[in-house]
């Protein structure tokens, strides 16, 4: 999508090989008018797949999520972070180890938004190791519903969230493909 | 706002008399139409203003915010909350005071996305003390920028948020005012 391509090369900040702060207009700041972009460059590659929800995570997920959610028409659900929690009876809940805080965090979803007849689109701002969407995917299959695939606004082509993701028969649309951070340099894939 | 209010009573569930429980379409599964209308209200109430930017607060406020946010064409900067927090030179930091929670939480923002000309409006998915909106306020002042209002998608009119922030002279937009949640049901002013 080269509209995000082209912001990331002029607004994203290369911190590290492995970090890129794209706080600019996607996590922290949020540039409104390309959120609704994403949101319809995700609809126009899942439509006609049937999709009744879609399911991200507080809080960068949320507004792509919505941009797409309105597009196709469904409700979206944001899955809750913890630090810890006492198990309930109304909430699906998985683990997700963050490699960047070095912290295994909960996250959870009420079981009375998703049901077995769901078909869900998970959507978040980065794919790396692909844990947090694993997560995603875990709550989503113990409320019995199904996954229609995986919308990322940023992958980190050189980690292995999507290979893991790919190898488990997900299907990702990621829409900018970042193929290295090398020498201070966003490279994309392709 | 017809709509939300119509929402609130098919949707919402009043868990005691201080608490309305709205995670059916606000607050954890989101309605992405319904906050579409939202944020073109609050375009109407709030354009001609001069406004340069929103800041809400994650997770809850940022639908709401980005929907402003696209049609009034301005961005949305959410305040990040922490547990606790090592001071930054780059960040701007206030409290607030969680009733709902009883807990105490740091909310901060990075100093580089606002400025002394910035015209902010504030956005969040519900005003009760007002806490949360007058710890924006303080973050927004510390970077020297004025602040144009103040946009609510619920209140609870029967808390002191409201006339704590009017008493300091700011003008607050609600698009749903609940009078009172007694004998579990919703019943809005006027």
Chains 1, 2 share one sequence.
Do not use: C
């Not at 409104?32 to 797949?49: C, D, I, S, T, W």
């Not at 597009?71 to 997700?96: C, H, M, W, Y």
């Amino acid at each position: 999508m080269e509209a995000l391509k082209q912001k990331i090369r002029e607004e994203g900040i290369v911190l590290s090989e492995q970090v890129l702060k794209v706080d600019a207009f996607l996590n922290h700041q949020i540039d409104p008018r390309l959120m609704q972009q994403v949101g319809h460059e995700f609809a126009e590659r899942f439509k006609g797949q049937g999709i009744t929800k879609i399911v991200t995570i507080e809080a960068s997920g949320i507004a792509p999520a919505v941009m797409a959610g309105l597009e196709l028409g469904v409700p979206v659900i944001f899955a809750r972070k913890f630090q810890s929690l006492t198990l309930k009876n109304d909430l699906l809940i998985s683990k997700v180890f963050s490699f960047t805080k070095q912290t295994e965090s909960t996250i959870a979803i009420s079981a009375k938004h998703l049901t077995a007849a769901d078909n869900v689109l998970v959507i978040d701002d980065f794919l790396a190791n692909g844990h947090a969407a694993k997560a995603l995917i875990d709550l989503i299959q113990q409320a019995g519903a199904s996954v229609a695939g995986i919308g990322i606004v940023i992958e980190k082509s050189f980690q292995e969230g999507r290979a893991l993701l790919q190898s488990e028969g997900y299907r990702i649309e990621s829409l900018a493909r970042v193929a290295s951070l090398a020498d201070g340099k966003v490279t994309f894939v392709d």
